[in-house]
């Protein structure tokens, strides 16, 4: 989990895809976690949220619509239910068959690859600490002490307040859609190891406040390679991408 001579915090590796390689496989789907990998990325995000019965699984919308051939809330349909739809032929039909994992299935499969994961609980509204609370449990029933210990992400606090109560070890990140005046006394109270801003937010002086105020930096989504050599020359540890083949090479 090095890039080359360069220990990073957290077991970070520069590149991280997003959802898997969301423009080159369907998204949060296991063939795309693989992807990523192949792209030569180290590690991939995914976005958990919960079923009806409370099962943690890979799926970034409310809705099921843009990314299956089912239609409605994902949190009022039960694991069983969720597990008839195909996840893979509304991005090309060659991903026909693919499903919506579980966590612990996309979990696993990650790990098989050698892959770091960044969890981020996307709950739907009402369930930021329940869908958090089984994210864990999941986590901890199938990750692997040889890899890094995954790092839970949420733009909710709650979220992340039920994750530092359930794994006070787990490293928490939190992610930021704009520069919050209180971003250092929010990742304070709420434990954090990481800082995730989306990258059009950042500058130069940002990434280092960061840094002295003793967290990571991982920002997001970043598909410009020229944008990405700009945020690594900033200090920026790790960029989470839709297309690693794109990003890598700017890495030095
Ligand atoms: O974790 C980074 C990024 O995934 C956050 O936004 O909407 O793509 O989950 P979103
Ligand atoms: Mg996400």
Redesign the pocket.
């Known amino acids: 989990m090095k890039d080359a001579g360069v220990s990073l915090p957290l077991g970070l590796t520069r590149v991280a895809g ?2 898997g390689a969301k423009l080159r496989a369907p998204e949060n789907t296991i063939v795309s976690f693989r992807a990523a990998k192949r792209l030569g990325a180290g590690w991939v ?1 995914l ?1 958990a949220k919960l079923t009806r019965d409370g099962v943690p699984v890979v799926i ?1 919308d409310q809705t099921l619509e843009r990314t299956t051939d089912g239609a409605g809330r994902v949190e009022s349909v039960t694991l069983k239910e969720i597990g008839w739809l195909d996840a893979g032929k509304w991005f090309a039909p060659e991903f026909a068959g693919e499903k919506v994992p579980t966590l612990a299935d996309a979990l696993k499969a990650i790990a098989a690859e050698g892959l770091g994961v ?1 969890v ?1 609980i ?1 709950p739907c509204p009402g369930r930021e600490r329940d869908t958090a609370e089984a994210s864990i449990e999941v986590i901890r029933e199938v990750w692997p002490g040889t890899l890094p210990p995954p790092i839970i ?1 949420s ?1 909710q606090r709650a979220s992340l307040e039920a994750a530092k109560k359930a794994a006070p070890e787990l490293p928490r ?1 939190l ?1 930021l859609e704009t520069r919050e005046v209180d971003w250092r006394e929010t990742a304070q109270r709420l434990g954090c190891k990481a800082i ?1 801003p ?1 990258w059009s937010e950042l500058t130069a002086e940002w990434v280092q406040e960061i840094h002295k105020a003793g967290y990571a930096c991982v920002t ?2 970043v598909n410009d390679p020229a944008a990405a050599k700009r945020l690594l020359g900033w200090g920026v540890d790790c960029i ?1 991408t839709d297309a690693p083949d794109l990003i890598v090479p700017v890495v030095s």
């Open positions: 997003h959802r995000e976005d970034h960044n981020e996307k992400s733009f990140g992610l995730h989306k997001w989504t989470i």
